[in-house]
């Protein structure tokens, strides 16, 4: 996560090496290490159990793809959008009005993206590497996800 949000503070946001945030960045990937990692992994070896072996992996990839984006993704995304403001120091009420504000058009970009990338990684990839698949095409989405959650008003 710490990268995506190296891209979007320098690449996005255009901020220079002298205004680059290292302490949101520092915070940033404590978040992904410490929550979104583990959590993933976890995930993944409890979705691979739900989902029938006996079946064509593409049939078996939109399975889970389905069943991740609707029961993990939305509480996910809606945890990080709090988490990550709470972290740097963001009031309570002001984090659930960004919430209220912002968290349906996040999800409607989280699908134009994770639903592809979910099926190439459910249906190909073997479980072992799932989360590193995921962490690659998460660098773009971290990118986007550390420049939304970290804006300022």
Not at 9 to 15: F, N, P, T
Not at 58 to 69: A, E, L, S, T, W
Not at 126 to 148: E, R, T
Request: positive net charge; hydrophobic residues 45%.
């Amino acid at each position: 996560m710490g990268a995506g949000d190296v891209i979007a503070q320098l690449a996005v946001e255009k901020k220079s090496y002298k205004d680059y945030n290292m302490e949101r960045t520092a915070k940033f990937s404590a978040i992904g290490f410490c929550f979104v990692g583990p959590a993933l992994r976890r995930w993944y070896i409890k979705l691979d159990t739900l989902v029938v072996k006996e079946q064509p992996a593409f049939h078996r990839g939109i399975k889970k793809m389905v069943i991740d984006q609707t029961c993990v993704a939305p509480p996910f995304t809606l945890i990080l959008s709090y988490l990550v403001p709470f972290v740097n120091g963001k009031k309570h009420e002001e984090i659930v009005q960004s919430i209220r504000d912002g968290y349906v058009d996040l999800m409607k970009r989280s699908y134009t993206l994770w639903p592809l990338a979910q099926v190439v990684n459910f249906s190909l990839l073997p479980i072992q590497y799932q989360v590193l698949f995921v962490q690659l095409i998460a660098l773009i989405w971290n990118c986007y996800l550390s420049m939304v959650l970290n804006k300022e008003k």
